[in-house]
């Protein structure tokens, strides 16, 4: 069985300081592992997406974030938050890239 | 990134009658689409897996009698929201997703609010 669990409902940064969302994982196999986007009445947009290849993924928009195995954790950083990275974010799971499972997500606010 | 397009964006309809949600990959054939139910400030929750041409798979506690889902066409899912009562009420997302032809990733609609009154 696979899930997710993202830690922070709400997380609240100043515009220029870095954000960090984290998201620790269960899966029975090595699993794949995604950070989504979702803006206001706008449709999932992939940030970026963890293969078993390098522990470290970059994403668009200056997004990265790392695999530790050993905690289970893939969270998500930026290095300096931008007012239009206000959205809600989701970690998501999948055992065979065919059946997601999604976190409860996290909703980042940025102040100005 | 391939594009996946619902229609319509948003419906209102009363409760008892019917609605149909259309979903099309407009980039890709894709094999499989898969909708999602969203209620406010909630995750995705999997409703049902459809391939082409088979019938759905529905997740457990989806009641297949009244989400109705058609998988006609390679570029084309439908799902029918029978006899709506206003408990329906939400945000509904479909994805699509072609194995090689969509770089094994699942693209996701813009989503349709339907709104039971």
């Known amino acids: 069985a696979q899930s997710v669990t993202q830690l922070d409902s709400h997380v609240s940064v100043s515009e220029g300081t870095p954000v960090l969302l984290r998201c620790n994982y269960s899966?029975?196999?090595?699993?794949?592992l995604f950070w989504y986007v979702q803006h206001p009445n706008k449709g999932l947009q992939l940030l970026l997406k963890?293969?078993?290849?390098?522990?470290l993924v970059k994403g668009i928009n200056g997004f990265e974030a790392e695999f530790k195995k050993s905690e289970t954790s893939f969270h998500l950083t930026k290095p300096s938050a931008h007012m239009s990275d206000a959205a809600e974010y989701f970690c998501v799971v999948s055992e065979n890239d065919y059946k997601l499972s999604f976190g409860a997500g996290t909703t980042v606010t940025v102040r100005a | 990134g391939a594009v996946v397009s619902q229609h319509p964006s948003w419906v209102i309809c009363k409760s008892g009658t019917s609605v149909k949600i259309e979903c099309r990959s407009l980039d890709f054939q894709a094999t499989t689409m898969f909708w999602y139910r969203q209620f406010p400030k909630q995750s995705l929750m999997l409703m049902a897996t459809s391939n082409e041409g088979s019938k759905a798979t529905y997740e457990q506690g989806v009641e297949k009698d009244k989400f109705l889902i058609n998988h006609a066409s390679l570029t084309l899912s439908t799902l029918t929201v029978t006899s709506a009562h206003p408990e329906d009420s939400s945000f509904y997302i479909c994805?699509?997703?072609?194995?090689?032809?969509?770089?094994?990733?699942?693209?996701f609609g813009p989503g349709t609010r339907l709104t039971v009154t």
């Open positions: 899966s029975s196999y090595s699993p794949s």
């Open positions: 994805s699509a997703y072609g194995g090689e032809l969509s770089s094994y990733e699942q693209y």
């Open positions: 963890y293969t078993s290849a390098a522990t």
